[in-house]
């Protein structure tokens, strides 16, 4: 990190500055960064809400004892790493066209809080769908992964969004998803290459998912042969990494597990070889599908219509 005279940046990432008060800005923006200010004798302190970006510049104001404001610029170096890359899961079969959320997966923890800055979506003609994400930003712990909200205002029929500007996507027709090769990693190391992932819309879903459809292949007793389940539709494949408890009596059986790119399979690899005996399969009820059903009920509730839940929240298999 680059230290100056007046201003420095400690190890703590945070700017300290002399004088009463402080005010740091991104490049040229006119807003200042949201953070929290903080003074101890005659240096103020200035802690961001979201970390630094190496290699990008920020200016920093300072009020000193007098009153005065003074301007200092400062640049983190970037470091030496590879740049990031971005996969997006499913994005080869067709999504509900009521879907809620995409999942982007990058190889390194990314820059935050400029997402609507780097994503697009666009149609098959080259016009970009406007107002297609939802403003929310969340992030998995390890910065990783991306949940991409589509907004869901213009995704559920007979809403005010709905009806004046339409559903971000129409059933049978083609987007394309683009992220910005300007897009950084924490590190400041910009994705060099712009990603494009296609996204076809499928027909609209507002049934639940029902465990009586699964296919369970069950292993066989002594291997650690994995247990198997084959849906009968996508299912959320971040939330299938905690909803599925598989239990023996009233222990659980602790092992790895792996979902399937097109999230239609689960498996569980066991830490240890299998006892024979009679297992069940926990399912969380909040579980969804692509379109935000799960086994309490449809996403979209039709008041005139009753609502038909999912009639298994537990799987039953036998090891032999």
């Known amino acids: 990190m680059l230290h100056a005279a007046e201003v420095r940046v400690n190890e703590a990432g945070q700017v300290e500055a002399p004088g009463s008060d402080v005010r740091v800005f991104r490049g040229e923006a006119k807003a200042p960064l949201f953070g929290s200010v903080s003074k101890e004798q005659a240096i103020v302190c200035f802690a961001p809400a979201l970390p630094f970006v190496p290699g990008e510049s920020y200016r920093v104001e300072f009020q000193k004892t007098d009153g005065t404001w003074s ?23 067709p999504f509900p066209a009521n879907a809620l ?4 997966h990058f190889s390194q923890p990314m820059e935050q809080g400029v997402f609507l800055d780097r994503i697009t979506l666009h149609r098959l ?64 190391v910009p994705l060099g290459q712009k990603y494009t992932f296609p996204i076809t819309a499928g027909a609209v879903d507002h049934a639940c998912p029902d465990p009586q459809r699964w296919k369970v292949t069950a292993p066989k007793r002594g291997t650690r ?45 066991p830490a240890e070889e299998w006892p024979p005996g009679r297992y069940e399969i926990v399912i969380d009820p909040l579980l969804e599908d692509l379109a935000g059903n799960n086994l309490l009920g449809p996403f979209e509730v039709d008041r005139d219509q009753p609502v038909t839940p999912a009639q298994a929240t537990t799987l039953r298999f036998e090891v032999r």
């Open 71 to 93: 301007t200092q610029r400062l640049r983190f170096e970037l470091p030496k790493t590879e740049a990031p890359t971005a996969i997006m899961l499913h994005s080869d079969t």
């Open 101 to 104: 959320k995409f999942y982007l």
């Open 125 to 188: 003609d080259g016009s970009v769908v406007q107002g297609a994400f939802r403003e929310t930003e969340l992030w998995s712990p390890d910065g990783k992964r991306l949940t991409l909200w589509l907004h869901p205002g213009r995704q559920k029929t007979g809403v005010n969004l709905n009806k004046d500007e339409g559903p971000v996507l129409v059933e049978g027709e083609t987007y394309t998803l683009k992220l910005a090769a300007t897009w950084r990693s924490a590190e400041g």
């Open 225 to 269: 042969d994995p247990l198997h389940l084959l849906f009968d539709e996508p299912l959320d494949p971040a939330m299938l990494y905690s909803a599925l408890h598989v239990r023996s009596g009233d222990q659980e059986v602790k092992g790895a597990i792996h979902v399937a790119t097109d999230a239609r399979s689960w498996s569980l690899i």
